[in-house]
């Protein structure tokens, strides 16, 4: 599942036309306002939300990033790693003897905005039987070391590391040792700028999918047993500057291969300051290309039980919807088969909201791909879910129809 800059006002340009200019300059100077209009408009629209992920060419060039295109630097650390900040890299594994791992370095003590830095590597292990392995190793006294290059990270002797486009992770702790290389399926890939501002302040929570897509060989050695591992990886980096629970209610994030598709999903609800304003992402790839989706994203949660473990609401079935430029639909359906990590951060030494719970699954996935003729191909296959609730959970925005 994903991060302060002042909202600023934006204007349109004006033109000044020369009477005696050619057709073509003409021409181009018209198009020059229509494109300048169109901007205007996406601006405005931004400040008719209290939540929004920023789309503007002012927002691109204010961050100094890309609008077609996602550069290494940007998986490198993009915080001072100290108060006023959080950062975390995390990476999940499904391989195919069942084993599931999930990784996650941060910069302080999980979301810890105002807290001092705090070096921390958390690892989460599933075996076939059931088996669970959660463990962590910190830093203390010192800032986390990283890059501002590139995605190069490391706690202690665990470490993870961009190299051509794929990545190397490592953790080491004791007996314990999982290594990964991580080759790359897909470019990176970000929701527009990535980064989501709340109201007109500097808030913003930054959301990058830096390997949405990997071929992985790995090894896990526990007391001395060592076992080979392959199968499907997937990378994220997380990044902001006030608290997560002051902006964000609840969010669902999930991700999965299903035959020739790559799957990220993820529906956002911000707080009820910001009017619990719905922020849906969805992203489609087939083979080694991200497709172009446009148009609204529908998003459907059902199916709700109160969850015995973090004894909140849970959508048990999530459905998203999204055409592209030819008019095909893809609907990516969920439905939670049983629940790998559960986090109850209700104890944690800082202000975290109202008994903030994190919650991952192992969930069944399809894709369902609707041509304009109405025929359809589905795809299936197990994906990762999770569910991240800082309050009581709105589990549909007002706003949403």
């Keep these: 599942m994903l991060k302060g800059i002042n909202f600023r006002l934006l204007f349109l340009i004006v033109f000044v036309f020369n009477a005696c200019g050619?057709?073509?300059?003409?021409?181009?100077?018209?198009?020059?306002?229509?494109?300048?209009?169109?901007?205007?408009?996406?601006?405005?629209?931004?400040?008719?939300?209290?939540?929004?992920?920023?789309?503007?060419?002012?927002?691109?060039?204010?961050?100094?990033?890309?609008?077609?295109?996602?550069?290494?630097?940007?998986?490198?650390?993009?915080?001072?790693g100290e108060s006023g900040s959080y950062e975390w890299w995390y990476s999940d594994f499904i391989f195919?003897?069942?084993?599931?791992?999930?990784?996650?370095?941060?910069?302080?003590?999980?979301?810890?905005?105002?807290?001092?830095?705090?070096?921390?590597?958390?690892?989460?292990?599933?075996?076939?039987?059931?088996?669970?392995?959660?463990?962590?190793?910190?830093?203390?006294?010192?800032?986390l070391y990283a890059s501002k290059t590139i995605a190069d990270i490391h706690v202690k002797s665990s470490f993870l590391i961009y190299k051509d486009g794929d990545y190397h992770l490592h953790y080491n702790k004791g007996g314990l040792t999982f290594d990964a290389l991580m080759v790359s399926n897909l470019?990176?890939?970000?929701?527009?700028?990535?980064?989501?501002?709340?109201?007109?302040?500097?808030?913003?929570?930054?959301?990058?999918?830096?390997?949405?897509?990997s071929t992985v060989h790995a090894t896990l050695e526990e007391s001395g047993i060592k076992k080979e591992l392959v199968g499907t990886g997937y990378h994220d980096h997380n990044w902001g500057n006030s608290p997560i629970h002051e902006n964000i209610n609840n969010w669902y994030w999930g991700r999965a291969k299903v035959g020739e598709y790559s799957l990220i999903f993820s529906d956002i609800i911000a707080e009820e300051e910001y009017d619990y304003e719905r922020i849906p992402i969805m992203m489609v790839a087939k083979g080694n290309e991200i497709l172009e989706l446009n148009g609204t994203i529908e998003v459907e949660r059902k199916d709700f039980v109160i969850d015995k473990t973090t004894e909140k609401s849970y959508?048990?079935?999530?459905?998203?919807?999204?055409?592209?430029d030819n008019?095909?639909?893809?609907?990516?359906?969920?439905?939670?088969?049983?629940?790998?990590?559960?986090?109850?951060?209700?104890?944690?030494?800082?202000?975290?909201?109202?008994?903030?719970?994190?919650?991952?699954?192992?969930?069944?996935?399809s894709l369902i791909v609707t041509e304009l003729n109405g025929s359809k191909e589905e795809y299936k296959g197990l994906g990762i879910i999770e569910q991240m609730s800082?309050?009581?959970?709105?589990?549909?925005?007002?706003?949403?129809?």
């Design 327 to 365: 008019g095909r639909t893809y609907t990516i359906e969920s439905i939670r088969k049983k629940n790998i990590t559960f986090v109850d951060m209700n104890s944690l030494p800082f202000e975290t909201g109202n008994r903030p719970t994190y919650l991952r699954t192992l969930s069944d996935i």
């Design 96 to 143: 195919s003897d069942g084993t599931t791992v999930a990784i996650a370095f941060y910069s302080k003590l999980l979301f810890d905005t105002y807290g001092a830095a705090l070096p921390l590597v958390t690892i989460n292990i599933i075996y076939p039987d059931g088996r669970k392995i959660n463990d962590k190793d910190f830093e203390f006294g010192k800032k």
């Design 390 to 401: 800082f309050n009581d959970n709105v589990e549909n925005s007002p706003k949403s129809k």
């Design 22 to 80: 050619t057709t073509s300059r003409k021409s181009n100077t018209a198009s020059d306002l229509n494109n300048s209009i169109r901007e205007h408009q996406v601006n405005q629209n931004e400040r008719k939300k209290l939540a929004y992920i920023a789309s503007s060419d002012e927002a691109y060039s204010r961050l100094n990033i890309k609008r077609d295109k996602v550069e290494a630097w940007e998986d490198a650390m993009r915080t001072s």
């Design 315 to 324: 959508a048990n079935k999530l459905r998203f919807i999204q055409k592209d």
């Design 187 to 213: 470019p990176m890939w970000r929701p527009q700028t990535g980064h989501i501002y709340f109201g007109e302040s500097k808030n913003y929570f930054a959301w990058l999918p830096a390997q949405v897509s």
